[in-house]
């Protein structure tokens, strides 16, 4: 294959191909949908693809979890009204211990919001949006090339952790449009890990806490702990295999600016002006990483597409007072950014003059 | 080279999208690195539709357009705060104060191709002359679509082949408005009117008509 325009959530579905996935299910929604319609495409070319319209985003998160069950790698893609809905199906899967992936490009909320337009609004979501103690393993690319590359390791890290990954992306990074050649980015591909049905041996897919012959275990705080921790244990396990994230920029600076999505491309021509860091693995969160590069620096900047989700988490992870620059109501912008600086008293002079200025 | 950066600025259904997957994948054929990103109301119908377009020689960091250096209005949607240093704009779309010119493309579609549609790719052509995207037929067949192959690529070679004197006379009171000014200013640099008559027409030709 040579260069071509490749769209953010087509690298999106190419990715998953790559990967191996042979089942789809999903229902659409603003600013995922064109995965879903690719997907039928490619599965009406490509039968080894199985797709489903499902009647809502409930069914189509059980039929990826079915489908992963009876062999399939599997996957959905949703935006944040639907990713809600799908939050029950998640915990489940955790519990049962399904590989999977979902894949959130996040749209300006709460509700129906502000359907066409780029949110991160959804970044603790994928943390806590459904019940009980668990942690997914999320990733956060911010070019097409990385949309490619960060689903097939979401559905890599899927097979290792035996969990459903989510994909975080956003409205702009999913409807962006770069020249690439995706078959220069090559990722090893994990096989399937989990048993085939009809294999021979009997397995139980409940959501309740079972031994494993099956009986009721509702009662024993001890086997729950049991499989708590070795949940727990896989997962972290897996995760410490996928640790992504950026640092650069003007490392000599003293002060470090956090950004992830599309928040990182338009922040970039504050480069020669600040450190950054980068997560592209949201969660779990980049605990130590983020500790060692956030200590050579006296001020710490978060800018995201929320109120400040991510510099909640930043303030509990090192101990400290983060600023903040929320980019709301979808409005991503360098101009956006340089306010948000601005109004914390940290717009660098030569920014502020090239406020009339083209800017790459 | 510094980046590029085009706006094509229109409603759900007027073409934005074919104008700017046209113009990125030409740009990507001819080596380029280019950013083609849609930004889109949800509305049913009428809604705003933009294409923000970038290239370069060297990859694109940013690609949200805050200063065009071209933008293309087929209708007057776009975010409020954008800049452009030029506009190529549909008749009655250029505003006040602006480094505008105004081209009939839905009429020079029907006119020249058969059919309005074609004015979007007549304006495509005139976006990449104002850019000097030289590109070769090679080029631009490559990055057309089959259907209607011979149509687009005429009307891209007609918009392409627009300089600002045929411009002016496309439109009437284009021609009449920029004679007028070049009189204005001959006039009050001293020239007797006869005079500054003759400057201005002798710089643009006179309007259409007069």
């Known amino acids: 294959m040579t260069k071509r325009l490749v769209q953010g959530n087509e690298a999106v579905l190419l990715g998953a191909v790559r990967a191996g996935a042979t089942y789809f299910a999903g229902y659409p929604i603003s600013p995922s949908s064109e995965i879903l319609m690719q997907a039928s495409a490619y599965a009406a070319a490509h039968p080894e693809l199985r797709f489903l319209q499902a009647e809502d985003e409930i069914a189509s998160a059980n039929a990826i979890i079915g489908a992963s069950l009876a062999g399939a790698k599997s996957f959905t893609a949703t935006s944040g009204p639907g990713f809600s809905l799908m939050q029950e199906a998640i915990g489940y899967a955790h519990k049962v211990g399904v590989p999977c992936v979902f894949v959130d490009v996040q749209r300006v909320g709460p509700g129906t919001g502000m359907p066409t337009m780029p949110g991160q609004g959804d970044i603790l979501q994928t943390r806590y949006g459904s019940s009980g103690d668990y942690t997914s393993i999320v990733f956060y690319p911010s070019t097409v090339g990385e949309c490619f590359e960060y689903t097939i390791h979401a559905f890599n890290a899927a097979e290792e952790s035996r969990s459903p990954v989510i994909l975080l992306s956003d409205a702009f990074l999913g409807h962006l449009n770069e020249v690439v050649d995706l078959d220069t980015i090559e990722v090893p591909v994990v096989p399937r890990t989990l048993e085939r049905l009809a294999s021979g041996s009997t397995r139980l897919f409940s959501g309740v806490l079972t031994y494993e012959d099956g009986e009721p275990a509702t009662a024993d705080a001890d086997e729950f702990i049991r499989q708590f921790e070795a949940a727990r244990l896989a997962r972290e396990e897996a995760a410490r295999r996928y640790a992504f994230y950026e640092y650069g920029w003007n490392k000599e600076a003293d002060t470090l600016v956090i950004c992830f999505g599309i928040t990182r491309r338009i922040s970039a021509p504050l480069a020669p002006y600040f450190a950054l860091f980068r997560p592209i693995r949201i969660w779990p969160v980049l605990q130590d990483e983020l500790r060692e590069v956030a200590g050579r620096y006296r001020q710490i900047i978060v800018i995201e597409g929320s109120e400040g989700q991510y510099a909640s988490v930043v303030e509990r992870v090192l101990y400290r007072d983060v600023q903040r620059v929320p980019l709301l109501g979808g409005r991503m912008s360098l101009e956006a950014v340089r306010e948000g600086l601005d109004r914390i008293g940290l717009l660098p002079a030569e920014l502020a003059a090239q406020s009339a200025s083209p800017v790459g | ?210």
């Open chain 2, 1 to 210: 080279m510094a980046a590029k950066s085009v706006v094509v600025d229109g409603i759900g259904g007027q073409g934005v999208r074919v104008i700017g997957n046209t113009m990125a994948t030409l740009l990507g054929v001819m080596g380029y690195e280019v950013t083609l990103l849609y930004d889109y109301d949800s509305s049913v119908r009428g809604g705003m539709s933009e294409a923000f377009l970038k290239y370069d020689r060297a990859p694109i960091l940013n690609p949200v357009v805050e200063v065009a250096d071209v933008t293309l209005r087929l209708a007057d949607r776009g975010p409020a705060h954008l800049e452009s240093h030029h506009v190529v704009a549909d008749i009655g779309l250029a505003k006040p104060g602006e480094e505008a010119e105004e081209i009939p493309f839905l009429q020079l579609g029907v006119e020249k191709f058969g059919r309005d549609l074609f004015g979007n790719m007549i304006a495509l052509g005139r976006m990449l002359r104002l850019l000097g995207v030289e590109f070769t037929e090679d080029d631009l067949r490559a990055a057309l679509p089959r259907k209607y192959l011979e149509e687009n690529v005429g009307a891209i070679r007609f918009g392409y082949s627009l300089d600002a004197d045929a411009i002016r006379h496309l439109v009437p009171e284009q021609a009449a408005s920029v004679f007028a000014s070049d009189y204005a200013a001959a006039f009050l640099a001293g020239s007797a009117p006869r005079e500054a008559i003759e400057q201005a027409a002798a710089t643009h030709g006179a309007p259409t008509g007069a």
